[in-house]
């Protein structure tokens, strides 16, 4: 069945870097929609990042633009998000969502991000 | 972008009893294709978010058929027919149908009395 597992989070002062990984297994990454979705402490859910199928389109909520960067490796079924520049209001667990044809199919566990001096 | 508006945001209710939990979107959510890309999600305490629904009133596999989802355009409602212990949690509506961004409701706590 269709897992996937977030890697990665942890804390990191403002205006340092973190990746995100997003393992996925039964399934192939790379011919689906994934998506990044984030729920700061407390809050409701927030669209981050997507990537389309073709891995050439990819799509980002404006507050994120020019610092991160959704990617992946399709050898290791593998998705990132590279999160450049961050700061306190990236604080969030990060979610990995696959679209099956509409959002939301399957989501991880997420990974916690906290940023903080 | 698509503002979603959901009602209420708290919503005690007693066990055995009817729930209801409506979202309007700032703009249609019928796509040009036809369909309307309109979803429901519910996230139990400590737990990642799980959709329910999908375009609408389709139910995803494993979901109980307590769980139904309407409406149509600009309105939209999520009924819990009976509500048990289990459905306690944050229910979010989400539209997928004007995109980017993918955009969520603001949630909608659903407690027992």
């Known amino acids: 069945q269709v897992q996937l597992v977030e890697s990665g989070g942890g804390v990191v002062q403002p205006g340092r870097s973190l990746r995100l990984s997003c393992t996925a297994s039964g399934f192939t990454s790379s011919s689906s929609v994934m998506h990044w979705v984030r729920q700061a402490p407390g809050k409701g859910l927030e669209w981050v990042a997507c990537m389309w199928s073709d891995g050439r389109n990819t799509y980002y909520t404006d507050s994120v633009k020019g610092r991160f960067t959704i990617s992946r490796d399709s050898s290791k079924n593998t998705l990132y998000l590279q999160m450049n520049s961050l700061r306190p209001e990236d604080t969030a667990v990060y979610y990995c969502?696959?679209?099956?044809?509409?959002?939301?199919?399957?989501w991880g566990r997420g990974t916690l991000v906290t940023v903080s001096s | 972008d698509v503002v979603m508006t959901q009602s209420p945001l708290s919503l005690p209710v007693t066990l055995g009893q009817p729930a209801s939990i409506s979202c309007r979107s700032s703009q249609s959510l019928v796509h040009s294709n036809g369909n309307t890309y309109l979803s429901w999600f519910q996230q139990r305490p400590g737990q990642s978010p799980r959709r329910l629904i999908y375009k609408v009133s389709n139910r995803d596999s494993g979901v109980p058929d307590r769980f139904s989802g309407s409406g149509s355009g600009t309105d939209f409602t999520l009924k819990i027919s009976r509500v048990e212990a289990e459905d306690v949690g944050v229910y979010y509506c989400?539209?997928?149908?004007?995109?980017?961004?993918?955009?969520f409701g603001q949630g909608t706590k659903v407690e027992i009395k």
């Open positions: 969502v696959k679209d099956d044809g509409t959002f939301g199919g399957s």
């Open positions: 989400m539209q997928g149908t004007q995109w980017p961004p993918w955009t």
